[in-house]
């Protein structure tokens, strides 16, 4: 090795170990990033083998039109859950226009298959459990992630599950017929993700962490509005 190269080594030795330092330094919002990251690694294993493969042969296999359908029916309920929500938030005006979206798409729309709603002007909101919560003064809590869920904190799960517990596809008496709702749901879900990944792929170098902080500041910003206060440096 020659002179130059010498006196270089000894640099980048100490630049690795410091950007290795900084990937696994604590975070105030992720405190239990080694198991969220040992999670995110059986998420991708799974997701990757056997979630993702069956959501590419869905949007193969299902014409666009049956799967806009079953989207719509999905979002429906998501809508009403929206309409509670912004009841819950003080919002009024904009829970009219949620429940008013229902009421159309689940009678005229066919139980929701149809988004008569939107063709007629009536703006689609979104907001959820976890929202509400941060509004009234609930603390974020730590991130988490779940394999084959995704993204989360302790507000949001707990808001998820308050969603799961009330939802309508609760109510099924048949059980099959209830679990076979529930799958079609989360396969939907994971059918819509398909584009968006490559967004993920090529812009990342650590996938884990991008994902983590962009869903932080997303819902961040859906709870404040999209004015949030400066947040305060770690």
Partial sequence: MNRPA???????????ALLAGCAVAPSRDDPFEQWNRAMYSVHQAVDGNVIKPIAEGYVKATPEPVRTGISNFFG??????TGINNVLQGKKERAG???GRVLLNSTFGIGGI????STMGVAKDKTDFGITFGKWGAAQGPYLFIPLFGPTTVRDGTGWLVRIYASPIGFINDVPVRNSVYGLNYLDTRAQLLSAE???DAAALDKYRYLRNAYLRARRYQVYEGKPPPEEEE
Avoid at 6 to 16: K, M, Q, T
Avoid at 76 to 81: A, K, M, Q, V
Avoid at 114 to 117: R, S, V, W, Y
């Fill in 6 to 16: 010498r006196s270089i080594a000894p640099a980048l030795a100490i630049a690795c």
């Fill in 76 to 81: 429906n309920i998501d809508d009403l859950f």
């Fill in 97 to 99: 226009d949620d429940f």
């Fill in 114 to 117: 149809l988004d008569l709603a």
């Fill in 198 to 200: 490559g967004v993920l």
